[in-house]
């Protein structure tokens, strides 16, 4: 199955204005997520999805794929079905949605959200990192819990599971994933999802994948060992970020 890669980007963030376009390790941040996802080869094309004529100008002089999208786009999935939906794309079968502001998002993520949605198990996919239960008390940390076959059943920035007995920890321990926010769909997924109206649940945990969820939709979590880098959303992070990068440039090796 054909695989296309979308980086959705805009420049309306307000934490860190014009994040797009602010530099890691020299070039733009998009530019780095750009090249972060071609490198990791998982996909047969990469192309950033945008509203700006900069974005497009910064990524096509670095000699990577732009494509022009509407501003008026609630979520990055809306953007990545509009570029689905251009006719130069129309061979693809599995798309891919890569958050503009990770540099260094894990190749595991990124392979397992493809490869849950690619191998026919599930319709839509993403990943989910293994991790420990210190996680459950940060709101702005993703969690969710799956079924038995990989399914996820919920998404929340409460601290699911919910440990009712203290004895039951170790149980519970086992369980905790963190959300990576990479995700796959068939075109027919893709295009289902972005016809759904706003559910509830996602307005009120502002979480985009609860709207399929919550229609019925199966999406399939592939889980993973490495914790993700997290995402640069404000100047704190872009200076970590930067400094990562100085770090395994010094080891020669690829962020």
């Known amino acids: 199955m054909k695989t296309l890669a979308v980086i959705p980007a805009r420049l309306g963030a307000t934490r860190l204005p014009r994040k797009p376009?602010?530099?890691?390790?020299?070039?733009?941040?998009?530019?780095?997520?750009?090249?972060?996802?071609?490198?990791?080869?998982?996909?047969?094309?990469?192309?950033?999805?945008?509203?700006?004529?900069?974005?497009?100008?910064?990524?096509r002089s670095a000699g990577g794929l732009a494509a022009m999208t509407a501003a008026s786009h609630p979520s990055g999935t809306d953007r990545v079905a509009e570029v689905a939906s251009q006719r130069q794309y129309a061979a693809y079968d599995v798309f891919l949605n890569v958050q503009g502001d990770e540099p260094f998002v894990p190749e595991s993520a990124v392979r397992g959200a493809a490869e849950v949605v690619s191998s026919?198990?599930?319709?839509l996919g993403t990943a989910a990192a293994v991790a420990t239960h210190a996680i459950l008390t940060m709101p702005h940390?993703?969690?969710?819990?799956?079924?038995?076959?990989?399914?996820?059943?919920?998404f929340s920035r409460a601290p699911i599971p919910w440990l009712r007995e203290t004895a039951d920890a170790p149980v519970r321990d086992a369980l905790v994933r963190q959300h990576i926010g990479v995700y796959a769909y068939t075109r027919d997924a893709l295009a289902a999802w972005?016809?759904?109206?706003?559910?509830?649940?996602?307005r009120v945990e502002r979480l985009e994948q609860l709207r399929p969820l919550a229609a019925g939709f199966a999406m399939g979590v592939a889980t993973v060992s490495e914790l993700p880098a997290g995402g640069v959303d404000t100047e704190e992070d872009l200076a970590r970020a930067n400094a990562r990068w100085t770090e395994l440039s010094a080891l020669g090796r690829d962020a």
């Open 120 to 123: 026919g198990r599930f319709p």
């Open 141 to 154: 940390v993703v969690k969710v819990v799956t079924a038995n076959d990989g399914r996820a059943l919920y």
């Open 194 to 202: 972005v016809a759904l109206p706003q559910h509830p649940l996602e």
């Open 21 to 59: 376009l602010r530099l890691v390790g020299g070039a733009p941040l998009i530019v780095r997520v750009w090249e972060r996802v071609s490198d990791l080869q998982v996909a047969d094309e990469v192309v950033v999805a945008t509203d700006s004529d900069e974005i497009v100008a910064a990524v």
